[in-house]
Every structure is written in structure tokens, then in C-alpha cells.
Nanobody, 116 residues
Framework: QVQLVESGGGLVQAGGSLRLSCAAS????????MGWYRQAPGKQRELVAA???????NYPDSVKGRFTISRDGAKNTVYLQMNSLKPEDTAVYYC??????????WGQGTQVTVSS
């Protein structure tokens, strides 16, 4: 059984910073990529940041330059440093781990609220 434990969400004022962490444990044969998604009320879940085992990162334009994803391969942990937060960043943030040959595992979600 695979578990993803997220931490670091909370309430912050606009312009502030938060750091999310996600630790994966259990029987994961091989990890292809780790990432963060978010879902705001009434909206679809969207990719926030992803990083492959080779360190290649991917960000949408909405967070580029403000968010940074990193990982500790030895600990199967992925981090998301979020700076210059905006009210529109308010959402539930989910950690995702894409394994080889599959499936993709999801965390339980952590709330991030940015007040104006």
C-alpha cells in the first residue's frame, strides 16, 4: 500500500509564502515523476508543478517564477515552495506520484488560502 502524506498548507496573506511537502511511502517500485495539482471550488484540477526523476521541471504560466518544485529522491519526498502568493492561488493542493509502470498515486490534499 502506498501513502502520500502532505503538509504545509494554511492561511497566508497575499504576497506571502508557503512551503508544501509530500512524503511517499510504501511499495512504489519506481517513480517516474512527482508533482502538485490544485483544485479551486467550481474549477477543474490543474497542474501546478511537476518534476521528473531526472530533475526536469514543468510549470504553467500562472505560477512560473513564483513557485519552485524540488525533490529528495532518497526520501521520496517532493516540495513546493510558493512565493508571492495571490488570492487566486487559493485551492486544495494535491500531491501526485507517477509510478512505473503505474498507477499515479494521490495525496489527500491540503488547503491553501491566500487572503487579500
Amino acid at each position: 500500500q502506498v501513502q502520500l502524506v502532505e503538509s504545509g498548507g494554511g492561511l497566508v496573506q497575499a504576497g506571502g509564502s508557503l512551503r508544501l511537502s509530500c512524503a511517499a511511502s510504501g511499495s512504489i517500485f519506481s517513480i517516474k515523476a512527482m508533482g502538485w495539482y490544485r483544485q479551486a471550488p467550481g474549477k477543474q484540477r490543474e497542474l501546478v508543478a511537476a518534476i521528473t526523476t531526472f530533475g526536469r521541471t514543468n510549470y504553467p504560466d500562472s505560477v512560473k517564477g513564483r513557485f519552485t518544485i524540488s525533490r529528495d529522491g532518497a526520501k521520496n519526498t517532493v516540495y513546493l515552495q510558493m512565493n508571492s502568493l495571490k488570492p487566486e492561488d487559493t485551492a486544495v493542493y494535491y500531491c501526485a506520484v507517477e509510478s512505473v509502470p503505474g498507477p499515479t498515486y494521490w495525496g489527500q490534499g491540503t488547503q491553501v488560502t491566500v487572503s487579500s
